[in-house]
Protein backbone atom coordinates (compact mmCIF):
# COMPACT_ATOMS: atom_id res chain seq x y z
CA UNK A 1 0.00 0.00 0.00
CA UNK A 2 0.97 3.55 -0.69
CA UNK A 3 1.62 5.47 2.10
CA UNK A 4 -0.13 9.07 1.49
CA UNK A 5 2.28 10.92 3.96
CA UNK A 6 5.62 9.79 1.82
CA UNK A 7 7.10 12.84 -0.17
CA UNK A 8 5.96 12.41 -4.17
CA UNK A 9 8.60 10.85 -6.68
CA UNK A 10 6.87 13.31 -9.81
CA UNK A 11 4.84 16.82 -10.00
CA UNK A 12 1.31 16.78 -10.90
CA UNK A 13 -0.14 14.15 -9.09
CA UNK A 14 -3.08 14.88 -7.89
CA UNK A 15 -4.49 12.23 -6.62
CA UNK A 16 -1.74 11.29 -4.29
CA UNK A 17 -2.09 14.95 -3.30
CA UNK A 18 -5.55 15.11 -2.68
CA UNK A 19 -5.03 11.79 -0.71
CA UNK A 20 -2.34 13.36 2.01
CA UNK A 21 -4.48 16.89 1.82
CA UNK A 22 -8.18 16.61 0.98
CA UNK A 23 -10.00 18.48 -1.96
CA UNK A 24 -9.19 22.04 -2.01
CA UNK A 25 -12.67 24.25 -2.33
CA UNK A 26 -11.25 26.47 -4.69
CA UNK A 27 -9.69 23.44 -6.47
CA UNK A 28 -5.91 22.58 -7.17
CA UNK A 29 -2.93 25.36 -8.36
CA UNK A 30 -0.46 23.04 -9.30
CA UNK A 31 2.84 24.18 -9.57
CA UNK A 32 4.58 21.06 -9.37
CA UNK A 33 5.05 20.50 -12.53
CA UNK A 34 7.67 22.50 -14.97
CA UNK A 35 5.15 22.57 -17.81
CA UNK A 36 4.49 25.66 -19.28
CA UNK A 37 1.01 27.18 -17.82
CA UNK A 38 0.66 29.17 -21.44
CA UNK A 39 0.04 26.51 -23.40
CA UNK A 40 -0.29 26.04 -27.51
CA UNK A 41 -3.71 26.76 -28.94
CA UNK A 42 -5.19 23.21 -30.01
CA UNK A 43 -5.76 23.93 -33.83
CA UNK A 44 -9.31 22.24 -34.67
CA UNK A 45 -8.13 18.40 -36.33
CA UNK A 46 -9.60 16.36 -38.91
CA UNK A 47 -11.65 13.53 -37.29
CA UNK A 48 -10.12 11.22 -39.29
CA UNK A 49 -7.30 11.31 -37.37
CA UNK A 50 -8.89 10.06 -34.56
CA UNK A 51 -10.66 7.38 -36.38
CA UNK A 52 -7.63 5.28 -37.97
CA UNK A 53 -4.01 4.32 -37.44
CA UNK A 54 -1.82 6.96 -37.94
CA UNK A 55 -0.28 7.62 -41.08
CA UNK A 56 2.84 6.84 -41.99
CA UNK A 57 3.76 9.52 -44.28
CA UNK A 58 2.16 11.81 -41.17
CA UNK A 59 5.07 10.38 -38.86
CA UNK A 60 7.71 11.44 -41.30
CA UNK A 61 6.64 15.12 -41.98
CA UNK A 62 6.62 15.41 -38.56
CA UNK A 63 10.57 14.44 -38.26
CA UNK A 64 11.02 16.98 -41.02
CA UNK A 65 9.70 19.64 -38.72
CA UNK A 66 10.87 18.56 -35.08
CA UNK A 67 14.61 18.28 -37.02
CA UNK A 68 14.69 21.66 -38.54
CA UNK A 69 13.00 22.87 -34.99
CA UNK A 70 15.74 21.34 -33.19
CA UNK A 71 18.31 21.85 -35.53
CA UNK A 72 18.96 17.90 -36.56
CA UNK A 73 20.26 17.71 -39.30
CA UNK A 74 17.71 15.52 -41.12
CA UNK A 75 15.06 13.45 -40.25
CA UNK A 76 16.83 10.50 -40.17
CA UNK A 77 18.53 11.42 -36.95
CA UNK A 78 14.87 11.42 -34.99
CA UNK A 79 12.55 9.13 -33.80
CA UNK A 80 9.19 9.70 -32.32
CA UNK A 81 7.72 8.06 -29.11
CA UNK A 82 5.04 8.57 -26.78
CA UNK A 83 6.95 10.94 -24.20
CA UNK A 84 10.63 11.45 -23.67
CA UNK A 85 9.58 9.25 -20.44
CA UNK A 86 9.20 6.16 -23.26
CA UNK A 87 12.49 6.41 -24.36
CA UNK A 88 13.91 6.99 -21.05
CA UNK A 89 12.32 3.29 -20.54
CA UNK A 90 13.20 2.10 -23.36
CA UNK A 91 16.79 2.75 -24.31
CA UNK A 92 18.19 1.20 -21.04
CA UNK A 93 16.65 -2.46 -22.21
CA UNK A 94 18.68 -1.82 -25.95
CA UNK A 95 21.80 -1.83 -24.18
CA UNK A 96 23.99 -4.38 -22.84
CA UNK A 97 24.90 -4.59 -19.31
CA UNK A 98 26.32 -0.94 -18.64
CA UNK A 99 27.83 0.96 -15.74
CA UNK A 100 25.90 3.75 -15.83
CA UNK A 101 26.74 7.48 -14.07
CA UNK A 102 24.02 9.84 -13.53
CA UNK A 103 24.79 13.01 -12.88
CA UNK A 104 22.38 14.28 -10.17
CA UNK A 105 20.29 15.43 -8.48
CA UNK A 106 17.87 15.19 -11.18
CA UNK A 107 14.90 13.90 -13.00
CA UNK A 108 14.51 9.91 -10.77
CA UNK A 109 13.68 8.07 -13.65
CA UNK A 110 17.18 7.92 -15.63
CA UNK A 111 18.49 6.21 -12.55
CA UNK A 112 15.16 4.07 -12.26
CA UNK A 113 14.95 2.74 -15.63
CA UNK A 114 19.05 1.61 -16.06
CA UNK A 115 18.62 0.33 -13.03
CA UNK A 116 15.40 -1.35 -13.42
CA UNK A 117 16.86 -2.96 -16.50
CA UNK A 118 19.94 -4.42 -14.88
CA UNK A 119 22.51 -1.67 -15.20
CA UNK A 120 24.89 -0.98 -11.90
CA UNK A 121 24.00 2.85 -11.76
CA UNK A 122 26.87 4.98 -10.21
CA UNK A 123 25.14 8.07 -9.26
CA UNK A 124 27.00 10.93 -9.61
CA UNK A 125 27.60 15.23 -8.61
CA UNK A 126 29.34 16.60 -11.58
CA UNK A 127 30.11 15.21 -14.94
CA UNK A 128 34.04 15.05 -14.20
CA UNK A 129 33.24 12.23 -11.81
CA UNK A 130 31.10 9.93 -14.70
CA UNK A 131 34.15 9.80 -17.74
CA UNK A 132 34.72 6.15 -16.62
CA UNK A 133 31.18 4.75 -16.84
CA UNK A 134 30.18 3.02 -20.39
CA UNK A 135 27.02 5.60 -20.25
CA UNK A 136 26.33 8.90 -18.94
CA UNK A 137 23.43 10.48 -18.18
CA UNK A 138 23.33 14.35 -17.91
CA UNK A 139 20.27 17.20 -17.97
CA UNK A 140 21.31 20.56 -19.66
CA UNK A 141 19.32 22.71 -18.30
CA UNK A 142 18.79 20.01 -15.59
CA UNK A 143 16.25 19.10 -13.72
CA UNK A 144 15.53 20.60 -10.57
CA UNK A 145 18.64 23.00 -10.28
CA UNK A 146 18.76 24.20 -13.94
CA UNK A 147 22.27 23.42 -14.04
CA UNK A 148 24.15 23.95 -17.48
CA UNK A 149 26.49 22.12 -18.89
CA UNK A 150 29.48 23.36 -21.50
CA UNK A 151 28.88 22.17 -24.92
CA UNK A 152 32.42 21.30 -25.66
CA UNK A 153 33.13 19.45 -22.42
CA UNK A 154 29.91 17.38 -23.40
CA UNK A 155 30.88 16.73 -27.04
CA UNK A 156 34.30 15.90 -26.07
CA UNK A 157 32.90 13.06 -23.60
CA UNK A 158 30.30 11.35 -26.36
CA UNK A 159 33.53 11.27 -28.32
CA UNK A 160 35.50 9.34 -25.62
CA UNK A 161 32.63 7.30 -24.93
CA UNK A 162 32.62 6.10 -28.36
CA UNK A 163 35.60 5.17 -28.67
CA UNK A 164 34.78 2.39 -26.52
CA UNK A 165 31.24 1.67 -27.46
CA UNK A 166 29.97 4.06 -24.72
CA UNK A 167 27.13 6.59 -24.66
CA UNK A 168 26.19 10.00 -23.06
CA UNK A 169 22.61 10.67 -22.62
CA UNK A 170 21.51 14.22 -22.78
CA UNK A 171 17.84 15.15 -21.65
CA UNK A 172 17.36 18.24 -23.24
CA UNK A 173 13.54 18.24 -21.19
CA UNK A 174 13.63 22.01 -20.84
CA UNK A 175 16.14 23.20 -23.74
CA UNK A 176 13.31 24.93 -25.75
CA UNK A 177 13.63 27.81 -23.59
CA UNK A 178 17.80 27.82 -24.28
CA UNK A 179 17.95 26.78 -27.26
CA UNK A 180 21.99 27.33 -27.36
CA UNK A 181 22.29 24.93 -24.96
CA UNK A 182 21.40 22.24 -27.48
CA UNK A 183 23.19 19.49 -29.18
CA UNK A 184 20.96 17.94 -31.34
CA UNK A 185 22.77 20.09 -34.25
CA UNK A 186 25.97 17.96 -33.31
CA UNK A 187 24.92 14.28 -32.72
CA UNK A 188 27.17 11.80 -33.71
CA UNK A 189 28.06 8.20 -32.54
CA UNK A 190 28.07 8.04 -28.94
CA UNK A 191 26.15 10.60 -28.45
CA UNK A 192 21.75 10.47 -28.11
CA UNK A 193 19.82 13.85 -27.00
CA UNK A 194 16.48 13.75 -25.89
CA UNK A 195 13.42 16.37 -26.16
CA UNK A 196 10.23 16.73 -24.48
CA UNK A 197 7.54 18.45 -26.51
CA UNK A 198 4.76 19.03 -23.75
CA UNK A 199 6.53 20.66 -21.38
CA UNK A 200 6.97 23.79 -23.50
CA UNK A 201 3.98 24.00 -25.29
CA UNK A 202 1.90 23.04 -22.57
CA UNK A 203 0.43 19.95 -23.58
CA UNK A 204 1.84 17.01 -21.95
CA UNK A 205 -1.00 15.32 -21.40
CA UNK A 206 -0.46 14.94 -26.30
CA UNK A 207 2.51 12.62 -24.77
CA UNK A 208 4.71 13.61 -27.58
CA UNK A 209 9.10 13.68 -27.46
CA UNK A 210 12.18 12.70 -29.70
CA UNK A 211 15.32 10.79 -29.56
CA UNK A 212 17.82 12.59 -31.58
CA UNK A 213 20.89 10.51 -32.51
CA UNK A 214 23.13 8.68 -34.81
CA UNK A 215 21.40 6.61 -37.90
CA UNK A 216 22.04 3.65 -36.33
CA UNK A 217 20.62 3.79 -33.06
CA UNK A 218 17.56 5.55 -33.90
CA UNK A 219 16.48 3.32 -36.36
CA UNK A 220 17.09 0.72 -33.46
CA UNK A 221 15.31 3.00 -31.34
CA UNK A 222 12.41 3.19 -33.83
CA UNK A 223 12.36 -0.34 -34.43
CA UNK A 224 12.35 -1.40 -31.45
CA UNK A 225 9.13 1.39 -29.94
CA UNK A 226 7.49 -0.32 -32.84
CA UNK A 227 4.78 1.08 -35.13
CA UNK A 228 2.04 3.33 -34.68
CA UNK A 229 3.04 4.44 -31.17
CA UNK A 230 2.62 7.97 -31.39
CA UNK A 231 -1.22 8.80 -32.31
CA UNK A 232 -2.55 10.63 -35.38
CA UNK A 233 -3.78 13.68 -33.29
CA UNK A 234 -0.39 14.04 -31.33
CA UNK A 235 1.50 14.03 -34.81
CA UNK A 236 -0.78 16.62 -36.53
CA UNK A 237 -0.34 18.75 -33.08
CA UNK A 238 3.26 18.34 -32.91
CA UNK A 239 3.56 19.40 -36.58
CA UNK A 240 1.75 22.39 -36.03
CA UNK A 241 3.35 23.59 -33.43
CA UNK A 242 7.07 23.35 -33.93
CA UNK A 243 6.52 24.91 -37.02
CA UNK A 244 4.82 28.13 -35.92
CA UNK A 245 8.24 29.82 -35.48
CA UNK A 246 6.29 33.21 -34.39
CA UNK A 247 4.77 31.41 -31.02
CA UNK A 248 8.00 29.74 -30.31
CA UNK A 249 9.50 33.15 -30.02
CA UNK A 250 7.38 35.30 -28.11
CA UNK A 251 6.34 32.12 -25.65
CA UNK A 252 10.17 31.92 -25.20
CA UNK A 253 10.16 35.88 -24.18
CA UNK A 254 6.90 35.43 -21.83
CA UNK A 255 8.41 32.50 -20.51
CA UNK A 256 11.11 34.41 -19.20
CA UNK A 257 9.03 37.75 -17.87
CA UNK A 258 7.56 35.24 -15.69
CA UNK A 259 9.83 33.39 -14.41
CA UNK A 260 11.68 36.73 -13.28
CA UNK A 261 7.87 37.63 -12.03
CA UNK A 262 7.71 34.83 -9.50
CA UNK A 263 11.38 35.11 -8.50
CA UNK A 264 10.30 38.81 -7.44
CA UNK A 265 6.96 36.88 -5.78
CA UNK A 266 9.55 34.79 -3.82
CA UNK A 267 12.41 36.26 -2.90
CA UNK A 268 10.26 38.92 -2.04
CA UNK A 269 8.66 36.76 1.10
CA UNK A 270 12.15 35.55 2.41
CA UNK A 271 12.71 32.64 -0.27
CA UNK A 272 16.06 32.02 -1.95
CA UNK A 273 15.75 30.85 -5.39
CA UNK A 274 19.13 29.00 -6.15
CA UNK A 275 18.40 27.64 -9.55
CA UNK A 276 15.89 26.99 -12.41
CA UNK A 277 14.90 27.41 -15.62
CA UNK A 278 12.40 29.33 -17.47
CA UNK A 279 9.27 27.03 -16.89
CA UNK A 280 10.17 26.24 -12.89
CA UNK A 281 11.86 27.84 -10.23
CA UNK A 282 14.31 25.87 -7.20
CA UNK A 283 13.85 27.58 -4.01
CA UNK A 284 16.18 26.88 -0.84
CA UNK A 285 13.94 27.06 2.67
CA UNK A 286 15.35 26.21 6.06
CA UNK A 287 12.15 24.34 6.58
CA UNK A 288 11.02 23.37 2.88
CA UNK A 289 9.10 20.89 3.79
CA UNK A 290 6.85 22.15 6.69
CA UNK A 291 6.22 25.03 3.67
CA UNK A 292 5.19 22.34 1.47
CA UNK A 293 2.73 21.34 3.82
CA UNK A 294 1.53 24.88 4.41
CA UNK A 295 1.07 25.50 0.93
CA UNK A 296 -0.37 21.90 0.19
CA UNK A 297 -3.11 22.73 3.24
CA UNK A 298 -4.11 25.44 1.11
CA UNK A 299 -4.50 23.87 -1.78
CA UNK A 300 -0.81 24.98 -3.59
CA UNK A 301 0.93 21.86 -4.49
CA UNK A 302 4.69 22.57 -4.96
CA UNK A 303 7.55 19.44 -5.56
CA UNK A 304 9.47 18.36 -2.37
CA UNK A 305 12.35 16.71 -2.43
CA UNK A 306 13.70 13.72 -0.78
CA UNK A 307 17.10 14.12 -1.54
CA UNK A 308 17.31 17.86 -0.86
CA UNK A 309 14.77 18.85 2.01
CA UNK A 310 15.74 22.08 1.87
CA UNK A 311 14.42 22.38 -1.53
CA UNK A 312 11.27 23.76 -3.02
CA UNK A 313 10.22 23.50 -6.67
CA UNK A 314 7.76 25.83 -8.31
CA UNK A 315 5.94 26.10 -11.68
CA UNK A 316 4.95 29.18 -12.67
CA UNK A 317 1.58 29.93 -12.35
CA UNK A 318 -1.00 30.71 -14.82
CA UNK A 319 -2.84 33.56 -15.65
CA UNK A 320 -5.11 34.34 -13.41
CA UNK A 321 -5.19 37.00 -10.86
CA UNK A 322 -6.84 34.77 -8.26
CA UNK A 323 -4.49 31.78 -8.75
CA UNK A 324 -1.57 34.23 -8.15
CA UNK A 325 -3.14 35.70 -5.13
CA UNK A 326 -3.61 32.27 -3.76
CA UNK A 327 0.21 31.85 -3.97
CA UNK A 328 0.80 35.71 -2.21
CA UNK A 329 -1.60 35.39 0.53
CA UNK A 330 -0.63 31.48 1.49
CA UNK A 331 3.36 32.67 1.44
CA UNK A 332 2.69 35.55 3.37
CA UNK A 333 0.19 33.71 6.69
CA UNK A 334 3.85 31.46 5.69
CA UNK A 335 5.71 34.72 6.27
Known sequence: MTDPFALPIHGGDLGAAEARFGRPAAGWLDLST?????????????????????????????????????????????????????????????????????????????????????HQVQPCEALENAAAADVVVVGNPNNPDGRCHDSRQLLDLADSLAERGGLLVVDEAFADCQPELSLAG?????????????K???????????????????????????????GGPALAIGRLALADTAWIAETRRRLDAEAAALDRLLTGFGLSVIGGTPLFRLVNASRAWALYEHLGQRGI????????????????????????????DALAAWQ
Not at 67 to 86: K, R
Not at 186 to 198: A, D, E, I
Not at 210 to 228: K, Y
Request: proline residues 11%; contains cysteine; aromatic residues 10%.
Open 34 to 118: GVNPFAYPLPPLDPALWEKLPDRALELALRGVAADAYGAASAEQLATAPGSQALIQLLPRLRPFSTVAVVGPTYGEHAACWSNAG
Open 200 to 230: FFGLAGLRLGFAIGDPTLIRLLRSAIGPWAV
Open 186 to 198: QVRPGLLVLRSFG
Open 301 to 328: LVRPFAVAPRWLRFGLPPEDILARQRLR
